[in-house]
């Protein structure tokens, strides 16, 4: 694959001519890092791999709404955070009650895709207690190590309210490992 | 208390990303995808004919049972129903109950008419025949 230009894809997605190949270059430089993004919201890989599909149809099938005033990325990822979260509410709505006892640490510590220690499980438990909007900007902030202006566009909130849903998004998961250690 | 650093220093001790994915799945995601995208308005690219999202096989099962369960809901409906105006036809109506021979006696044309009715043709049996 060669350099990825944002300015010429963009130009490139706006032709219907060029669209699919340009959005065949966003495919290959994006989903990566959204598919990283996702799965820790997610938290397992074949759920990570129907919101990842479901994020770039929805972002194909809405293309037209894109605006030059964000990056690509950047609404990419407003996308998938979207959709990993709709899809996290509806699958605990339908949670069967046999699931019901069984706790994401220990599910996440017998799935073959996990490879981390008790500590890298419980952190994941931690964050999926959090309510919707902080266990977002928690998983942008912490894990994606990604800078608060980026988040402010796509959550469309102020830096200082993203700075406080933060700090409060870490004190519940501290307070969560005081209380199961 | 447990500060974020203290986690963050005991999550550093374990793999930085405690998740992985299947061999090659990144290499392979950027085809899978583009083959699954739905065709625009007057394009003519053969693989972006299936606007499918890939699903897991239980719901696929799922989509192709209700389908099917719904075609043979009409079939049988009109199965029934012409068995009924065959009936009212020949009246007085017959002394015997109906046969393995009365209902042969639907010619092949009408359940082609049966089967245009339901909008189901040879390759959608065949499909479902074949597993898929």
Do not use: C
Request: no cysteine; net charge negative.
């Amino acid at each position: 694959m060669g350099t990825f230009n944002e300015e010429i894809i963009i130009n490139q997605l706006k032709d219907p001519k060029t669209r699919r190949k340009a959005f065949e270059s966003v495919v290959g430089q994006y989903s990566e890092k959204l598919y990283w993004q996702i799965r820790r919201i997610v938290n397992f890989h074949d759920d990570a791999d129907d919101v990842l599909q479901n994020t770039f149809l929805k972002a194909w099938t809405n293309i037209d709404s894109f605006r030059n005033d964000s990056k690509l990325y950047t609404w990419l990822s407003r996308i998938a955070i979207n959709e990993s979260l709709s899809y996290v509410a509806k699958q605990k709505t339908n949670i069967s009650i046999d699931n019901e006892d069984i706790n994401l640490a220990e599910r996440l510590e017998s799935d073959n895709y996990f490879d981390g220690d008790e500590t890298a499980a419980m952190l994941q438990e931690a964050v999926d207690q959090l309510p919707e909007k902080q266990k977002a900007v928690f998983t942008l902030k912490y894990f994606q190590e990604m800078k608060y202006e980026d988040m402010s566009q796509i959550f469309g909130t102020s830096v200082g309210a993203l700075k406080a849903s933060y700090h409060l998004a870490v004190k519940k998961i501290e307070e969560y490992f005081n209380n199961h250690d | 208390m447990k500060s974020e650093i203290e986690i963050k220093k005991r999550l550093s001790e374990g793999p930085t990303n405690p998740f992985r994915v299947p061999e090659n799945y990144f290499e392979d995601f950027t085809a899978r995808m583009m083959s699954r995208l739905p065709a625009e308005e007057g394009e003519t690219s053969t693989d972006a004919t299936t606007p499918v999202i890939e699903m897991n096989a239980h719901k696929r099962r799922g989509k192709w049972m209700s389908w099917i369960t719904a075609v043979a809901a009409v079939m049988v409906g009109v199965v029934i129903g012409l068995h009924i105006v065959d009936n009212n036809q020949n009246t007085p109506a017959p002394t015997t109950t109906p046969t393995y021979a009365s209902v042969q006696s639907v010619s092949e044309e009408e359940y082609e008419d049966m089967a245009e009715y339901a909008m189901i043709d040879a390759g959608d049996v065949y499909a479902y025949l074949s597993g898929f």
